[in-house]
């Protein structure tokens, strides 16, 4: 008997954030850092650091606050320029502000379909990167939000991966529920999976079938628990799910 399952599409299952991906918006952070020598921090929608290259400030950034420039930008999804800590309402309220070193400040939304996942804060602190950063504000904002759409992607790509994994696991339950044996192979015949009736009828455990081929492995009826298998017919070279006869008692 097939156990029945409830069918819930594998995207409604999977929706994630950017702190699942930080290894990856954090190396985002140190290449846009290294290639325009500027700071840069990164921010999820829930105010969480998730990137930080870790030079406008003299301690660590333990976390976002909505007060922050950054903070603001998460808010109301509006991208911000600041000349210098006295150019901005939210650094003028800031009670860091000595133990931050920030000269001028390009802040940008990350944006998916619509909603805010997050934001990028370019950061100047020398004179000399403010100059730059804001001499090429226009180009940089736009550069900024090529960045936050590469960030998206690897998000959706990390989502994707996921939302296989769980189709792969849920195949799983459905073909081990079966009473009979089942082999699946990839579409070279090689043996993916196997359900536990295969691995009565054969004595071997399913990991120790995985990736072998699967032209010399078949089952019978038997009348006991076990039998020596007979030769299969070829596989499918488009992949397949053999079914062998569930042993008899």
Sequence with gaps: MVLAERFIPAWAAVMIGLVEINEAVQNVSEAISSVLDVDVIISDAEF????????????????????????????????????????????????????????????????????????IGLIAITEAARTKLLENRINLVVFTRRMADLIVSKLIEQEAAEKLTISKNRLTRI???????????????????????IEEVLGVRSEDLSGSWSRPISAAPMSGRCSTPAPPSPTSSSGSATRAAAPTY
């Excluded at 109301?76 to 800590?85: H, L, Q, R």
């Excluded at 073909?175 to 009736?197: C, K, L, Q």
Aim: hydrophobic residues 35%; glycine residues 8%; contains cysteine.
């Design 48 to 119: 969480r650091k998730v990137g930080d290259t870790k030079r406008h400030f003299n301690r660590e950034v333990t976390e976002i606050r909505d007060t922050y420039v950054i903070g603001h930008v998460l808010r109301t999804g509006e991208t911000a320029t600041i000349a210098s800590k006295s150019d901005s309402p939210q650094c003028m309220a800031c009670n860091e502000q000595a133990e931050c070193n920030l000269k001028a400040m390009i802040c940008v939304p990350i944006e998916r379909d619509g909603a805010r996942v997050g934001a």
């Design 175 to 197: 073909i081990d529920s079966i009473e009979e044996g089942i082999i699946a192979t990839d579409a070279e015949g090689r043996i993916v999976h196997t359900n536990a009736v």
